[in-house]
């Protein structure tokens, strides 16, 4: 997708501000002061260390932490449907879920043990079709590979069609033919305007793929578009134990 096609692009999710946002649990602080802006429909990297803050701040924009400052999602019309892709899913092996009951537990509202609503039956095709996973949905989940639950994963995030999606490292697990299924619905994802607030190690795609990149380490180390942003002094700093802003972040 070329500059000129994404600016053409109407977005149909919300631009996202983190209004010095600050966060502590017992007597840690997780995230200080941070402030930034997410563009509506872009795709937006969050990239640090472990421990750096990134997954407590996508829980805060997800409602699921307390934190300190102003946090608004701004949407051109109605506010719309917010997904979720997690890094990982933690299940008993040995339970006889297929992906079939796993997908019906998490996109319908009728009991997985019932099987697919009609209503929701082809949305579900559709998904797994997209990922690549259409020819397994009988296989039990545990007889997965981590790949494999790492496609379901993104499946389900695609059910039903978010406006905001949050993405927690969705790379972590995924061989060479996942990731370019992923890059395939990254770029789906930016033809339709949704905005990608995407939490990735790995620098390269980062570089290749997004937006705008933001460096969190309990602090907002920079700010702005990859190419320019992802310089070896930068991930130097970030990646630091004792992070020390750099200055001003870059626009």
Not at 49 to 77: V, Y
Not at 169 to 187: I, K, T, W
Not at 204 to 215: E, F, I, M, Q
Request: charged share 20%; net charge neutral; with cysteine.
């Amino acid at each position: 997708m070329t500059a000129a096609e994404h600016l053409a692009v109407k977005p149909c999710g919300p631009e996202v501000t983190f209004d010095r946002v600050s966060l502590t649990l017992g007597r840690t602080p997780i995230l200080d002061n941070v402030s930034f802006n997410i563009r509506a429909g872009s795709v937006h990297a969050l990239v640090g260390p472990n421990g750096g803050g990134k997954s407590s701040l996508i829980k805060t924009l997800l409602g699921q932490m307390p934190h300190q400052g102003e946090l608004r999602l701004s949407w051109a019309a109605e506010p719309g449907l917010i997904g979720y892709v997690p890094q990982a899913l933690e299940f008993d092996r040995g339970l006889p879920m297929t992906v079939d009951d796993f997908m019906a537990a998490m996109c319908q509202r009728r009991p997985a043990f019932l099987g697919l609503s009609k209503k929701i039956a082809p949305a579900i095709g559709d998904a797994l079709e997209r990922v690549g996973m259409q020819h397994k949905r009988k296989r039990r989940m545990g007889a997965l590979s981590g790949g494999e639950r790492q496609r379901v994963l993104l499946a389900q995030g695609l059910i039903p069609a978010p406006q905001l999606l949050v993405l927690d490292e969705p790379m972590s697990a995924l061989d060479e033919a996942g990731a370019q299924v992923f890059e395939r619905l990254l770029n789906d994802w930016q033809q339709s305007g949704v905005t990608v607030v995407w939490i990735e190690h790995d620098l390269a795609a980062v570089k290749r793929l997004a937006d705008h990149v933001t460096g969190l380490n309990r602090q907002i180390l920079f700010d702005g578009p990859p190419q320019q942003t992802l310089s070896p002094e930068r991930l130097l700093s970030l990646f630091s134990t004792h992070p020390k802003p750099t200055g001003s972040a870059v626009s």
